[in-house]
């Protein structure tokens, strides 16, 4: 059995803040000698305007292991946002990354091997939230970076669960819809 990892994909959604503090990370996972090593090195070469790829930092000189790419699910139109988003939760996802490698999630001796595309919602709200809560903001994203790794390193939900629950699970926002409130 090979102890590669080619290609893994996770998401998750942490809620719980204040409005527009939830997070929503989609990943994925793989070598960098392979088509997730591929995809990061095109991502970082092909900057779209509103739409920046940056790599997951601590500090502006203090990249992660695994290399981290952010990228925004949202154009980015203002200042303001693009300080939270590369500042706050830049910071978040490389921390949930590290705690990923520190959990075991990923495993320490495939940091250097590995790269994550991470895929970042930040709702646009928060540049009219004068009392943001940086905190909260932070402690959501890098909980779900954490949760969307694990997902992605463990392949859940199975396809079994999908199954089984297929006709118990209901979209959110499609229920909203029936209900006339969207």
Known sequence: MSNRIVLRTGEAL????????????????GELDGPVGTALATLV????????????LLNTDIMVRPVTLCVSKVTVKT?????ILMGTVQFAIANGVLDAVRAGIIPKEKANDLGIICSVWLAPSVIEDDNLDHKILFDLHRKGTTEAIRKAMTNEPSIDWLLENQDKIMHKYHQLGLDGKL
């Not at 942490?14 to 997070?23: E, F, I, R, W």
């Not at 200042?79 to 300080?83: C, G, I, K, S």
């Open 79 to 83: 200042t303001r946002y693009t300080n």
């Open 45 to 56: 070469g092909d900057q779209v305007a509103g739409h920046t790829r940056v790599f997951a």
């Open 14 to 29: 942490v809620a719980g803040g204040p409005p527009g503090t939830a997070a929503e990370p989609e990943v994925v996972i």
